[in-house]
C-alpha cells in the first residue's frame, strides 16, 4: 500500500464516529492502567471490589466491553470519578506520547517512573 492510500484511508477512517468512539475507548484503557498500576492494584482485586469476573476487568482493559455506564462502576471501585471532555482534533497528533492526566494522587509521576524502569 502507499503511502498516499494509507493517507486517504486514515482521513476516511478519522471522519467517522467509530474511530474516535475507539480512541476515547483507548484512553480510557490506558489511564485505567495508569491508575491501577500506581495504586498497586490487580485485576483480581478490582474484580473483586466489583463482583465480577476477573475476564471482565481484562476485557475493559482491552476496551472491550466499556460503555459509560462500565466506566463510572470502574471509577467508583477505585475511589475515582470519570470526566469526559472535548479536545480539538488537533490535540490528538501525538495521542500515544502524551502523558495521562494527573489525578488527585499524582497518578502521572508514578507512571513515569514506572515507564522509566523499562
Keep these: 500500500m502507499s503511502l498516499q492510500r494509507y493517507r486517504e484511508l486514515m482521513l476516511k477512517a478519522e471522519a ?8 476515547a475507548v483507548s484512553d480510557f484503557a490506558r489511564e ?15 474484580a473483586r471490589r466489583m463482583g465480577v469476573q476477573r475476564q471482565y476487568i481484562t476485557k475493559l482493559l482491552n476496551g472491550t466491553n ?13 475511589d ?5 471532555r472535548l479536545e480539538a482534533k488537533e490535540s490528538r497528533e501525538n495521542l500515544f506520547q502524551r502523558d495521562p492526566p494527573q489525578d488527585r494522587a499524582g497518578i502521572s509521576a508514578c507512571s513515569k517512573k514506572a515507564a522509566h524502569k523499562h
Excluded at 466499556?66 to 477505585?78: D, F, I, Q, R, Y
Excluded at 475515582?80 to 469526559?84: D, K, L, M, S
Design 16 to 23: 467517522g464516529a467509530d474511530y474516535w468512539r475507539e480512541i
Design 80 to 84: 475515582a470519578v470519570v470526566r469526559i
Design 32 to 46: 485505567l492502567t495508569h491508575l491501577m498500576q500506581a495504586r498497586k492494584i490487580k485485576n483480581s482485586e478490582l
Design 66 to 78: 466499556a460503555t459509560l455506564g462500565s466506566m463510572v462502576k470502574v471509577a467508583l471501585a477505585l
